[in-house]
């Protein structure tokens, strides 16, 4: 049976999340909506993750944490546009192909939940995948998210303009989770 843990990244981790970048298949990452244009150099990632580590994490712009299967990094879940507070953007990343589509994933946004709202202090976590990749689509509304719309827009700094379908989960929702599984910090 796979352990599945989460914590937060470290230094250490970076190169980790930099090898995902830049060695996935270029047809993968447009899959995922990346403007491959766009992805940062290894320097680039590397810094902004170095200094995004360095600050206190109220001040982050982003905030990342890492996946375990057995004991071992598969991939890695972050947030940005962060308004400490408030609200949060999500997105999902898991490394390894073996990993994926068999519930791992729903399993780990599950225990990266209590990071993101507890220690960002949020009211609201969104996420806004490619509507074209079925993956997170398909993982979000498992993980008790509410689908609000379906629009085009450039979700983020590595993305192409596209469709994306925007999902939410609320603090009340996010805390009745927590009530029904035992995921905590």
Known sequence: MQQLSVRELQAEDIPLIADYWLNSEPAFLIDMGVDLAKV???????AMLTNQLSLPVPE?????????????PVGHCNVNNIRFGESAYM??????????????????VKRSLPYFFEKLQLQTLYCEPYALNPAPNKTLPKVGFEFVKRH?????????EQEVNLWKLTRA?????ML????KL
């Open 40 to 46: 940062p150099t290894r320097d680039d990632m590397t």
């Open 152 to 160: 085009i827009t450039v979700p983020g700094s590595i993305n192409f």
């Open 173 to 177: 929702a996010y805390e009745q989770l």
């Open 91 to 108: 997105h999902l990343h898991l490394w390894q192909p073996a990993v994926r589509q068999k519930g791992a994933g729903t399993e780990l």
């Open 60 to 72: 982050r712009m982003s905030y990342a944490l890492i996946w375990l299967v057995n004991n071992e």
């Open 180 to 183: 029904d599984s035992n995921y």
